[in-house]
């Protein structure tokens, strides 16, 4: 376990907005009474940047963001399950080169639908609980992670439906892993956090002949693959003192939000000859009012300029993440958003902001370049 490190204290940001970059609210969609828990931007394939999923209910909404602010319904799916309830959404890639998205939620059975195509590519059975998140491997986008209530991540092939390696066990977490993320360019680590309270890093470098394996399996029994455990990931910090329920790598920085109504950026400082141990140095602080409710995710940009965070009250606060101190950009409010966001969407480049609304609305914010401010 790692420990806080002592001597410089963290900078807090202000919360007096910069509004050095203003968005505009251009539309929003109700797509019921139903809360939603995901909305995600396409980032790993760029026929596809300016489209977007939503997850709730056992419903899944494929949409495109269209220049004028529109936003134009391209496909509905929904489960044959009626008591699905969907989490979490990724979009994930086949070898082909065939869009997917992989949903996950409250049965703990992931679906991986083919966009082109309009049905179930696979469906991966595994978790023994909820699925609580779901990442896609941003150089191989066959590759996904899902945390679950289970106490567990795995890794999956979604072009083959293959359980690659399962992360849990003597070391692992204690509770709800509740989010996961890849590391940008060390293409075997990934990052977990849950309501153990803790932040773990793992190693996939080892077991990398397992994901090589799990494209060539000839057997058409996904069930019959070696899967294999991993027990030992090689960093856990306790960072936060509550639930840790969104986790980011920011290169080798990490930015996580507990219950405490702020996102931290903090470096994980590993031992190299003692696994799993090593110190945690706390840099920055965000805050984000009224967000103590576990399950608000943020997100960022593709190139790491800007974090978007919705919270209980309706609104979304949206930090520059290359200043330091901290500096806050905006805050944006609308007399009809007032649910709890629960999640947030930015777009490749930062410009347009979307925000997933337990009330079931889907807002739709776009920055107000000098241009229009002008005519």
Same mark, same amino acid.
């Given at each position: ?6 001597? &410089? ?172 993320? !890849?590391?940008? #360019? ?10 153990? &309270? ?43 003192? &509550? ?51 576990? !399950? ?42 007032? #649910? ?36």
């Amino acid at each position: 376990m790692s420990k806080i490190a002592l001597g &410089n204290e963290s900078l807090v940001g202000s919360l007096t907005p910069s509004n050095k970059k203003s968005y505009k609210l251009t539309n929003r969609v109700q797509e019921g009474k139903i809360p939603l828990y995901s909305v995600v931007f396409n980032f790993i394939d760029p026929r596809f940047f300016n489209c977007f999923v939503s997850a709730g209910a056992n419903g899944i909404n494929l949409y495109n963001c269209l220049e004028d602010g529109g936003i134009s319904l391209l496909h509905s799916f929904t489960d044959e399950d009626k008591e699905e309830s969907f989490y979490t959404i990724s979009w994930a890639c086949g070898v082909e080169g065939n869009p997917f998205v992989a949903a996950g939620g409250v049965k703990g059975i992931i679906r991986v639908l083919n966009v082109n195509d309009k049905m179930v590519h696979k469906t991966l059975v595994g978790h023994g609980d909820s699925v609580n998140e779901i990442k896609t491997h941003p150089v191989k986008p066959q590759l996904v992670l899902s945390a679950s209530k289970d106490e567990s991540v795995r890794l999956w092939n979604v072009e083959t439906g293959i359980c690659i390696l399962i992360f849990a066990g003597t070391a692992g977490h204690r509770y709800e892993v509740v989010s996961v993320d !890849f590391h940008p #360019s060390d293409l075997t680590r990934f990052v977990s956090c849950g309501m153990d &309270n803790t932040t773990k890093i793992w190693s996939m470098k080892e077991f990398w002949t397992y994901v090589d394996k799990s494209f060539t399996w000839k057997d058409d029994d996904p069930s019959k693959f070696p899967t294999k455990f991993v027990q030992f990931p090689v960093f856990t910090a306790s960072v936060h003192t &509550n639930y840790v329920d969104c986790n980011r790598w920011f290169g080798d920085y990490i930015l996580s939000k507990s219950v405490e109504n702020e996102i931290l950026l903090w470096e994980p400082l590993l031992k190299d000859n003692s696994p799993g141990e090593g110190t945690s140095d706390v840099l920055l602080r965000y805050p984000i009012p009224n967000c103590s409710l576990w !399950f608000i995710k943020f997100s960022c940009d593709l190139s790491l300029n800007y974090l978007s965070i919705g919270n209980q009250k309706g609104k979304i606060y949206v930090w520059d993440l290359k200043s330091c101190p901290p500096v806050l950009v905006t805050v944006l409010s609308h007399t009809l958003s007032k #649910s709890v966001i629960r999640q947030t969407a930015m777009s490749v480049d930062g410009n347009t902001i979307l925000a997933a609304s337990e009330d079931g609305t889907i807002w739709r914010w776009d920055a107000i370049t000098k241009v229009a401010e002008s005519l």
